[in-house]
């Protein structure tokens, strides 16, 4: 017979190739093969023996011969085998994709990237301030936005990556397990890893509910892994968010601000005008925007009735039409730590931290005896001392009494100032007497004698700003040198500068009590606030002493309104000072005064300031302490903002403060506690590490498939073939799997040339030796 002409025999004989003499492959049956050579006992022992079966991709090779002739042996294909890093690498890319979305979304969370802070840094020379004006900071927070939109792009292609990159790492290592267990190790567990029941719930759970059948070490860590890396990304996204902050945008500074070394001795006379000015013109109920306090104020007026004495008192602040952060004078008593600052109380610094000048002065009244007077009051001296009286050159009914006599005394050294050159804080008091005595035509005579006392209390405060929460801070005990830091923007002058106190610290000097410019106190510049108070209600100027000392200038006879709704009443020339203050719920004033009926009207609007001024003090409903205290208010105003004028120009207050603001930019950044941070990051490390063992571990030994695949068990199903049919069955139920070694191994224990790789192979596989291949 020919050789192309032989029969292929039929049934289950093994089927051997062999070469013929002119290179012709052949294919003959069992029987005809072991007929001629007898070299069929081999593959009779591998039938015999089910667990020790050559896997198809290395088959055995029959003898070659040539029929008549001697048999030569032909050299079979082998390789050695290999090991695939391409998993490896992959690992190796997912974890640094990871690491750098992490790295960058938690830095950013703290500190931009392109600079030291999210905060302003200046420098004390002044080397970056114009870049800061021009709005030069503002590129490198951009850049930062760049940087977080990027970290965000790359943290969900992390989360996309992560169950296929842990896929391919376990499956890459057990590739390497399957071939490195012992006699234990059955079928079914290697189905398990091929089916990849790490990421099939169902496989899992029934991995997990017959742990012996289907689970194994390998299968539990890849589990493990699996739900780490499942839960990581999630949990991020629940505690990783974004805020927008602000970032330094451009820098503006505002000037003319008075720091009280500008204030103290410059020989102003004008303050007191501007004072009784004030005084006069002030609405208690308005808002007035350099009135400060440093909490939010409940602006729901209420009225307390007194059933003993028929009286009401206003117990609230009458501001619920100007919203929560007006506050007025209406009742200054329900206000926390008011104050008064040259700024407006809406000021905000925003990024930059500031200082500035502020004043508090509280009125108390106290009711004395004529013996508790001060008897060293007099009109020499140092003390202040003012006395009017009038009697009424007619007795009718359109004069309100018969005489006034009112005496104002501050006694004791009023030549010296009580301010101090420093911007620590400093304390004084002051104390004005009082005395009242109105005749009245219908029940005699009222006599009262009253003490004043006003607290002042003056020092430096920081601004509101985005670091204190847009809340006015408390009063430094020690001024603001040694409290700025990078983040503020230098103030005052060479001599008294406020800057970064980590380069520089100078304390503010302390400067002992001003002179007086005069011996006389009315005639001083540097008062206290009841002192000039006092001056502007009785001093020369005020509205008593000018009647007095020129009555004939207001007792001409004025007409009344002759037209109109007010057609009778007397013509309102000009507001008594100090009256509109003592306005209350109680107690309305008129404070309108007049010029009619000459000398009549002339002492008529005497007497109306002086029955004004004892009805409050006699009241005990806080008006008059309230308006003292308002008072001393507009006279630290006064002082701290007035400048004289000479020849058109200013003299005298020259301010050399200024303030600095930047409200900044918004920026988006992450934001994440510090504590989150750490939580996360040691999950992410272990699972990271656990990843990069893995991966490492399936590079570790040479492999016979470099991924335990549909492939690889395919290539063990073919090594099977006898045993798994595809005959219909549930393969739960089949005791195949479990009788079956499902270890790979080299049949041969190292006695060939060559090495068989083999399911259930007794020896272990080797890189330094070849093994039979396709």
């Given at each position: 017979?020919?050789?192309?002409d032989?029969?292929?025999?039929?049934?289950?004989?093994?089927?051997?190739?062999?070469?013929?003499?002119?290179n012709?492959?052949?294919?003959?049956?069992?029987?005809t093969?072991?007929?001629?050579?007898?070299?069929s006992?081999?593959?009779?022992?591998?039938?015999?023996?089910?667990?020790?079966?050559?896997?198809?991709?290395?088959?055995?090779?029959?003898?070659?011969?040539?029929?008549?002739?001697?048999?030569?042996k032909p050299?079979?294909?082998?390789?050695?085998?290999?090991?695939?890093?391409?998993?490896?690498l992959?690992?190796?890319?997912?974890?640094?994709?990871?690491?750098?979305?992490?790295?960058?979304?938690c830095?950013?969370?703290?500190?931009?990237?392109?600079?030291?802070?999210?905060?302003v840094?200046l420098?004390?020379?002044?080397?970056?301030?114009?870049?800061?004006?021009?709005?030069?900071?503002?590129?490198?927070?951009?850049?930062?936005?760049?940087?977080?939109?990027a970290?965000?792009?790359?943290?969900?292609v992390?989360?996309?990556?992560?169950l296929p990159?842990?896929?391919?790492?376990?499956?890459?290592?057990?590739?390497?397990?399957?071939?490195?267990r012992?006699?234990?190790?059955?079928?079914?567990q290697t189905m398990?890893?091929?089916?990849?029941?790490?990421?099939?719930?169902?496989?899992?759970?029934?991995?997990?509910?017959?742990?012996?059948?289907y689970?194994?070490?390998?299968?539990?860590?890849?589990?493990?892994?699996?739900a780490?890396?499942?839960?990581?990304?999630?949990?991020?996204?629940?505690?990783?968010s974004?805020?927008?902050?602000?970032?330094?945008?451009q820098?503006?500074?505002?000037?003319?601000?008075?720091?009280?070394?500008?204030?103290?001795?410059?020989?102003?006379?004008?303050?007191?005008?501007a004072?009784?000015?004030?005084?006069a013109?002030?609405n208690?109920?308005?808002?007035?925007?350099?009135?400060?306090?440093?909490?939010?104020?409940?602006?729901s007026?209420?009225?307390?009735?007194?059933?003993?004495?028929?009286?009401?008192?206003w117990?609230?602040?009458?501001?619920?039409?100007y919203?929560?952060?007006?506050?007025?004078f209406?009742?200054?008593?329900?206000?926390?730590?008011?104050?008064?600052?040259?700024?407006?109380?809406s000021t905000?610094?925003?990024?930059?931290?500031?200082?500035?000048?502020?004043?508090?002065?509280?009125?108390?009244?106290?009711?004395?005896?004529?013996?508790?007077?001060?008897?060293?009051?007099?009109?020499?001296?140092?003390?202040?001392?003012?006395?009017?009286?009038?009697?009424?050159?007619?007795?009718n009914?359109?004069?309100?009494?018969t005489?006034?006599?009112?005496?104002?005394?501050?006694p004791?050294?009023?030549?010296?100032?009580?301010?101090k050159?420093?911007?620590?804080?400093?304390?004084?008091?002051?104390?004005?007497?009082?005395?009242?005595?109105?005749?009245r035509?219908?029940?005699?005579?009222?006599?009262?004698y009253?003490?004043?006392?006003?607290?002042?209390?003056?020092?430096?405060?920081?601004?509101?700003?985005?670091?204190?929460?847009?809340?006015?801070g408390p009063?430094?005990?020690?001024?603001?040198?040694g409290?700025?830091?990078?983040?503020?923007?230098?103030?005052?002058t060479?001599?008294n500068?406020?800057?970064?106190?980590?380069l520089?610290?100078?304390?503010?000097?302390?400067?002992?009590?001003?002179?007086?410019?005069?011996?006389?106190?009315?005639?001083?510049s540097?008062?206290?606030?009841?002192?000039?108070?006092?001056?502007?209600?009785?001093?020369n100027?005020?509205m008593?002493?000018t009647?007095?000392?020129?009555?004939?200038?207001?007792?001409?006879?004025?007409?009344?309104?002759?037209?109109?709704?007010?057609?009778?009443?007397?013509l309102?020339?000009?507001?008594?000072?100090?009256?509109?203050?003592?306005?209350?719920?109680?107690?309305?004033?008129?404070?309108?005064?007049?010029?009619?009926?000459?000398?009549?009207?002339?002492?008529?609007?005497?007497?109306?300031?002086?029955?004004?001024?004892y009805?409050?003090a006699?009241?005990?409903?806080?008006?008059?302490?309230n308006?003292?205290?308002?008072?001393a208010v507009?006279?630290?105003?006064?002082?701290?903002?007035?400048?004289d004028?000479?020849?058109?120009?200013?003299?005298?207050?020259?301010?050399?403060?200024?303030?600095?603001?930047?409200?900044?930019?918004?920026?988006?950044?992450?934001?994440?506690?510090?504590?989150?941070?750490?939580?996360?990051?040691?999950?992410?490390a272990?699972?990271?590490?656990?990843?990069?063992?893995?991966?490492?571990y399936?590079?570790?030994?040479?492999?016979?498939t470099?991924?335990?695949?549909?492939?690889a068990?395919?290539?063990?199903?073919a090594?099977?073939?006898?045993?798994?049919?595809?005959?219909?069955?549930?393969?739960?139920?089949?005791?195949i799997?479990?009788?079956?070694?499902?270890?790979i191994?080299?049949?041969?224990?190292?006695?060939?040339?060559?090495?068989?790789?083999?399911?259930g192979?007794?020896?272990?596989?080797?890189?330094?030796?070849?093994?039979?291949?396709?």
């Amino acid at each position: 017979m020919a050789s192309d002409d032989l029969a292929v025999p039929k049934g289950n004989s093994q089927l051997h190739h062999y070469v013929s003499k002119d290179n012709t492959q052949h294919i003959i049956s069992e029987e005809t093969s072991s007929r001629v050579s007898g070299v069929s006992d081999h593959e009779d022992q591998l039938d015999r023996a089910p667990f020790i079966a050559v896997s198809p991709i290395q088959q055995s090779h029959g003898p070659t011969f040539t029929p008549g002739r001697t048999t030569e042996k032909p050299k079979p294909r082998s390789q050695k085998l290999t090991t695939s890093y391409i998993p490896l690498l992959a690992v190796l890319g997912y974890i640094g994709l990871f690491l750098f979305a992490w790295i960058v979304l938690c830095l950013l969370a703290y500190k931009p990237i392109t600079t030291k802070s999210y905060g302003v840094l200046l420098s004390n020379d002044g080397s970056s301030d114009q870049d800061y004006r021009d709005g030069g900071y503002r590129t490198m927070y951009k850049q930062s936005e760049r940087w977080f939109r990027a970290a965000r792009v790359i943290h969900v292609v992390v989360a996309v990556l992560t169950l296929p990159v842990v896929s391919i790492a376990c499956a890459a290592a057990a590739a390497v397990y399957v071939q490195r267990r012992g006699s234990k190790w059955t079928l079914r567990q290697t189905m398990a890893l091929a089916d990849r029941a790490w990421q099939s719930p169902t496989l899992a759970a029934r991995a997990l509910v017959s742990f012996k059948r289907y689970a194994s070490v390998f299968l539990l860590m890849a589990l493990a892994l699996n739900a780490l890396g499942l839960i990581l990304l999630p949990l991020q996204s629940v505690f990783l968010s974004s805020r927008v902050i602000k970032t330094p945008n451009q820098l503006v500074t505002t000037g003319g601000v008075t720091d009280i070394f500008d204030a103290i001795d410059t020989g102003r006379r004008s303050a007191v005008v501007a004072a009784r000015a004030a005084m006069a013109s002030t609405n208690l109920y308005a808002p007035y925007s350099r009135l400060w306090t440093r909490s939010k104020i409940s602006c729901s007026g209420t009225v307390q009735y007194d059933e003993s004495t028929s009286t009401k008192t206003w117990m609230g602040l009458p501001c619920s039409g100007y919203g929560p952060t007006a506050p007025t004078f209406g009742n200054m008593s329900l206000l926390s730590d008011p104050f008064w600052a040259q700024l407006p109380a809406s000021t905000s610094t925003g990024l930059i931290r500031q200082f500035s000048l502020r004043v508090n002065s509280t009125a108390t009244k106290q009711v004395i005896t004529a013996a508790d007077f001060p008897a060293a009051c007099s009109p020499s001296g140092n003390s202040f001392f003012a006395t009017y009286s009038g009697n009424s050159p007619t007795i009718n009914q359109d004069v309100p009494g018969t005489n006034y006599s009112v005496s104002a005394c501050m006694p004791y050294n009023q030549g010296m100032s009580p301010w101090k050159a420093t911007r620590a804080r400093q304390d004084f008091y002051e104390e004005l007497y009082l005395s009242f005595s109105l005749g009245r035509q219908s029940s005699g005579s009222d006599t009262g004698y009253y003490k004043i006392r006003v607290n002042t209390t003056a020092g430096y405060f920081e601004l509101p700003n985005y670091m204190n929460g847009q809340v006015a801070g408390p009063l430094l005990a020690n001024g603001p040198n040694g409290l700025c830091g990078p983040d503020c923007y230098e103030q005052g002058t060479s001599k008294n500068p406020i800057k970064n106190s980590s380069l520089l610290r100078r304390a503010s000097p302390i400067v002992g009590n001003m002179s007086a410019n005069s011996l006389t106190a009315e005639f001083k510049s540097n008062t206290g606030p009841l002192l000039m108070t006092a001056i502007a209600m009785f001093g020369n100027g005020s509205m008593l002493s000018t009647r007095a000392l020129h009555p004939d200038s207001y007792s001409d006879n004025y007409t009344k309104v002759e037209t109109g709704d007010l057609a009778g009443a007397d013509l309102c020339y000009e507001r008594i000072p100090f009256v509109p203050l003592l306005s209350r719920y109680t107690y309305m004033p008129d404070t309108c005064a007049t010029l009619t009926n000459g000398d009549t009207g002339l002492f008529s609007q005497q007497y109306k300031m002086v029955d004004a001024l004892y009805s409050s003090a006699s009241a005990e409903d806080g008006g008059f302490e309230n308006a003292f205290t308002v008072a001393a208010v507009l006279a630290n105003e006064a002082y701290f903002t007035t400048t004289d004028t000479t020849g058109g120009l200013a003299t005298g207050l020259t301010p050399s403060f200024s303030v600095s603001y930047d409200m900044g930019a918004d920026t988006t950044i992450p934001a994440i506690s510090k504590s989150t941070i750490i939580a996360l990051s040691v999950l992410m490390a272990i699972f990271l590490a656990a990843l990069l063992a893995l991966a490492v571990y399936g590079t570790l030994y040479p492999v016979w498939t470099h991924q335990l695949d549909s492939w690889a068990m395919l290539r063990i199903g073919a090594s099977l073939a006898e045993s798994a049919t595809l005959r219909a069955g549930d393969a739960s139920k089949s005791s195949i799997p479990d009788e079956t070694p499902g270890w790979i191994g080299d049949s041969t224990q190292g006695e060939s040339q060559y090495g068989e790789v083999a399911v259930g192979g007794s020896g272990r596989l080797n890189k330094r030796r070849a093994y039979l291949s396709i």
